[in-house]
């Protein structure tokens, strides 16, 4: 069996170009499993003799230890990957990791802001400068069209129809989509736009140019929006698990809220799978519990 994962992490170094890290990962994930059949079983199995249900074995042990779902889910993971290179070989002849199912992930709630807390974040930023502008701005952009902050910063003059009240979004896999454009967040862009300076050379892209900019005129990354949201939550407060993430999740789980239908919202978010969605359905019903709780006098 070690002469097998030995091969198998060189063809991964050599063939496959995987990076130290992930080779570290199935350098661990395997030979785990190989200590784990020498002190139960007193010996490691040849790769040909190793059964779907041993390695059934495996994974209760694993989840008995107390081993996190993903992290179970990633070690069946090398083992499957690892069968399929020895089966190429002809190491072994059958895949025993395949029939196995990984453990169901457990679904944590997203954090979702309320009203209040929003409105105190999306008024954080100073409106005396460009840069209080700008960062206004893109809170409301975010908040009022439920951006993936990726999306918001490949956003370019272009994509804006302030007429229409909507902006053209470029979501996962290249994908496109419609979304709307409040009038707060216009409002923000447009005071933006009049003092926004961009480098000569973004400025030349014309309607190519990107809608929001940093303090040298050039594009905005994910991160540089991440340290601005980290700032203004400070200011006003807020849970210091908020991210740029926190207000998509903020601007679905409000409109459900607010009797908008799930599939709707699915396509507002731009999610391919509605299951995808179905998450913020929990996080409404969990949010009505809360104030029914709150609010009826014989609810405890």
Same mark, same amino acid.
């Given at each position: 069996?070690?002469?097998?994962?030995?091969?198998?992490?060189?063809?991964?170094?050599?063939?496959?170009?995987?990076?130290?890290?992930?080779?570290?990962?199935?350098?661990?994930?395997?030979?785990?499993?190989?200590?784990?059949?020498?002190?139960?079983?007193?010996?490691?199995?040849?790769?040909?003799?190793?059964?779907?249900?041993?390695?059934?074995?495996?994974?209760?042990?694993?989840?008995?230890?107390?081993?996190?779902?993903?992290?179970?889910?990633?070690?069946?993971?090398?083992?499957?990957?690892?069968?399929?290179?020895?089966?190429?070989?002809?190491?072994?002849?059958?895949?025993?990791?395949?029939?196995?199912?990984?453990?169901?992930?457990?679904?944590?709630?997203?954090?979702?802001?309320?009203?209040?807390?929003v409105g105190r974040l999306l008024l954080a930023p100073p409106s005396h400068d460009v840069a209080g502008l700008r960062d206004r701005a893109i809170l409301e952009t975010m908040y009022s069209s439920g951006?993936?902050?990726?999306?918001?910063?490949?956003? @370019?003059?272009? &994509?804006?129809?302030?007429?229409?009240?909507? +902006?053209?979004? !470029?979501?996962?896999?290249?994908?496109? $989509?419609? *979304?709307?454009?409040?009038?707060?967040?216009?409002?923000?862009?447009?005071?933006?736009?009049?003092?926004?300076?961009?480098?000569?050379?973004?400025?030349?892209?014309?309607?190519?140019?990107?809608?929001?900019?940093?303090?040298?005129?050039?594009?905005?990354?994910?991160?540089?929006?991440? @340290?601005?949201? &980290?700032?203004?939550?400070?200011?006003?407060? +807020?849970?210091? !698990?908020?991210?740029?993430?926190?207000? $998509?999740? *903020?601007?679905?789980?409000?409109?459900?809220?607010?009797?908008?239908?799930?599939?709707?919202?699915?396509?507002?978010?731009?999610?391919?799978?509605?299951?995808?969605?179905?998450?913020?359905?929990?996080?409404?019903?969990?949010?009505?519990?809360?104030?029914?709780?709150?609010?009826?006098? @014989?609810?405890?």
């Open positions: 069996m070690q002469s097998a994962i030995t091969q198998f992490l060189k063809y991964l170094a050599t063939e496959r170009n995987a990076s130290d890290l992930t080779i570290k990962a199935y350098r661990e994930d395997l030979f785990a499993m190989m200590e784990w059949f020498r002190a139960t079983r007193g010996k490691v199995p040849k790769p040909d003799a190793l059964s779907p249900q041993e390695l059934r074995t495996f994974q209760a042990a694993l989840q008995e230890a107390g081993y996190a779902r993903t992290t179970i889910a990633r070690k069946l993971a090398s083992l499957r990957s690892f069968y399929r290179f020895a089966m190429r070989q002809g190491i072994a002849t059958l895949n025993p990791a395949k029939p196995l199912r990984n453990p169901r992930r457990q679904r944590k709630l997203p954090l979702v802001l309320s009203n209040e807390e951006l993936r902050v990726s999306e918001l910063v490949g956003l @370019r003059d272009r &994509d804006l129809d302030f007429d229409e009240q909507i +902006l053209r979004v !470029r979501g996962k896999g290249r994908k496109e $989509r419609i *979304s709307p454009l409040g009038s707060f967040a216009i409002k923000a862009i447009k005071k933006y736009e009049q003092r926004r300076v961009r480098d000569p050379k973004t400025e030349q892209l014309g309607r190519d140019a990107p809608v929001f900019v940093n303090r040298f005129g050039n594009i905005l990354t994910t991160r540089s929006v991440g @340290r601005m949201l &980290d700032k203004h939550i400070a200011v006003v407060g +807020l849970d210091s !698990r908020v991210s740029p993430h926190t207000l $998509r999740h *903020s601007f679905a789980t409000h409109l459900l809220d607010r009797g908008a239908d799930i599939r709707s919202v699915q396509e507002l978010l731009g999610h391919k799978s509605l299951a995808t969605t179905q998450i913020y359905t929990h996080v409404s019903a969990a949010n009505l519990l809360s104030v029914y709780e709150k609010a009826h006098p @014989r609810a405890s």
